[in-house]
């Protein structure tokens, strides 16, 4: 557990949160805009609904306010991560690389993750930023546009087959670990056959089958439910881990109000 320290708010950063995909993290949003800035506007989404915007990448705060804010805390855990999520689509940030490069040479002994809804990752700038990482988290979650649409709720003119595209490409040059996150719903569980094909032909070094335990418009699929659609992973030969057969761990974040603001509800 965190011992809870007096704090000044926090504007960037969030946790740390216990993840089973990622371990003890710290969140860095690296947007912190006033209203979520994503090209997503997920059905299930935990945080408030988005609306989808167009895949601009710009530098919303700078890589001396992120280390500003980590060094103010008081690291008394040991972090498996440093992770960049929250506020939207932590690709958009076009000073994403110098962040992770800072973090890097500040804290070396932390990894760094970065988790994206894939959308940007063929681009060649987002991914020379995504080479600096440890950790790419990225998801795919339908197998047809249509459903794609129906789930991720993308901003106009972005087409799932370019994301899988995108994504080999990326693949091709990375030497960190990739891994794959499929939340999956009453929405695109008739297609999980099909993602999966899709996942092994990708060929990530994990696959993170999920579902929305924590408060969602969406409800999540049972623990049977998902233990059959994990099968189809397998069968194609693929590392699966599954949100239900995960060890959960108590932690206590530095600003419970950040926290569930970036993370949603998260104990």
């Known amino acids: 557990m965190v011992e809870l320290m007096s704090l000044p708010q926090l504007k960037l950063i969030y946790g740390p949160v216990y993840s089973w995909r990622i371990g003890m993290s710290l969140g860095i949003d690296p947007l912190n805009t006033t ?3 994503c090209n997503f506007g997920c059905a299930y989404c935990q945080l408030w609904q988005a609306v989808a915007v167009q895949s601009d990448r710009a530098v919303f705060v700078s890589e001396e306010e992120v280390l500003d804010e980590v060094r103010s805390l008081p690291l008394n855990v040991k972090l498996d991560h440093f992770t960049f999520s929250g506020n939207g689509e932590p690709t958009l940030a076009a000073n994403l690389g110098k962040m ?9 002994a932390v990894k760094v ?16 930023d995504l080479l600096k990482a440890d950790l790419v988290l990225f998801k795919i979650e339908a197998a047809t546009q249509e459903t794609f649409e129906k789930i991720n709720r993308p901003a106009k003119g972005i087409l799932l087959k ?11 040059l990375y030497k960190g670990k990739l891994a794959l996150q499929v939340m999956l719903t009453d929405i695109n569980k008739a297609e999980v056959q099909d993602i999966a094909r899709i996942a092994r032909d990708i060929a990530p070094d994990e696959v993170q089958l999920n579902t929305p335990l924590r408060p969602s418009p969406v409800k999540p699929l049972g623990e049977a439910e998902m233990a059959r ?5 397998t069968t194609e030969g693929l590392n699966v881990l599954s949100v239900y057969e995960q060890e959960k761990k108590e932690y206590t974040p530095f600003d419970a109000s950040a926290t569930k603001k970036r993370h949603g509800q998260y104990n």
């Open 229 to 233: 659609l994990k099968g189809y992973f």
């Open 100 to 108: 992770i490069s800072s973090l890097k040479e500040a804290f070396p």
């Open 35 to 37: 209203h979520k800035y």
């Open 162 to 172: 370019d994301i899988v595209a995108g994504i080999k490409a990326f693949k091709a």
């Open 113 to 128: 993750a970065v988790i994206t809804n894939s959308t940007t990752i063929g681009r060649s700038d987002v991914q020379q």
